[in-house]
């Protein structure tokens, strides 16, 4: 099943605008992550927050999780020029099982901010 | 603050030809991983190793694909017959714990491409 799908695919703000990003997933998670990519560049971890936190702020993001409807957003305030990134969710399943940590990303939303 | 490398940063192979993927995670981490993203697609997970053995891994690691840890700082993705559709970029990941809400440090990866 696909987890994780992220809407917009892209967004285009100006900078001090603030950024909204959601996703979706279909399974039982222990957590899920927000991860960031610049451009050919690796992976970098943002936020961690587990199944029973519903909100969970650092800096400028703030992340909510709704565990009922399965989804969850990350908000980036006053935003930068060099905030401009691939931002991925993803998820560690598995609920009450054995995890090893095997990540599900979603497809991601490409974020530019003009400055 | 400690990061995890990968080597090559690009690795042009012809196909049929034998490829290794060399990553050195963050030394006190004890899981490791390997993910894929094929161009404008998303992340997938590969394959989970733990105390010297495979944990988890995807559909996607066949007997193509194995790995290995040689001497408890590397840590290898090989893949022994290439195809044009294993042309991605490789991405390392190391983990303090493997899942337990603990976030994964990825390395820039490796763009394998296959001709």
């Known amino acids: 099943s696909q987890q994780g799908e992220e809407d917009p695919q892209a967004l285009s703000i100006q900078e001090g605008e603030n950024a909204t990003m959601n996703c979706s997933y279909k399974t039982s998670i222990n957590n899920l992550q927000w991860y960031r990519q610049n451009s050919g560049r690796g992976l970098v971890h943002l936020i961690l927050i587990r199944s029973n936190e519903r909100e969970k702020h650092s800096g400028r993001l703030r992340v909510t999780l709704d565990t009922s409807k399965k989804s969850s957003s990350l908000l980036i305030t006053a935003s930068r020029a060099a905030d401009t990134a691939s931002y991925f969710c993803?998820?560690?399943?598995?609920?009450?099982?054995?995890?090893?940590?095997?990540?599900?990303f979603g497809q991601g939303t490409i974020l530019t901010v003009h400055p | 603050e400690p990061e995890v490398t990968q080597t090559p940063s690009h690795q042009v192979t012809q196909m049929g030809q034998e490829v290794i993927l060399r990553c050195v995670p963050i030394s006190n981490h004890l899981y490791f991983y390997w993910y894929r993203q094929i161009l404008g697609q998303k992340v997938e997970f590969l394959v989970s190793?733990?105390?010297?053995?495979?944990?988890?891994k995807s559909e996607i690691f066949d007997d193509q694909f194995s790995v290995e840890r040689p001497d408890g700082s590397n840590f290898t993705l090989k893949i022994r017959s290439t195809k044009l559709e294993d042309s991605a970029m490789y991405f390392c990941?190391?983990?303090?714990?493997?899942?337990?809400?603990?976030?994964?440090?990825f390395g820039d990866g490796t763009r394998l491409s296959i001709l």
């Open positions: 993803a998820t560690d399943g598995n609920a009450g099982g054995t995890s090893y940590g095997k990540l599900t």
């Open positions: 990941a190391s983990g303090p714990t493997g899942g337990n809400n603990q976030p994964q440090h």
């Open positions: 190793f733990y105390n010297n053995e495979i944990s988890e």
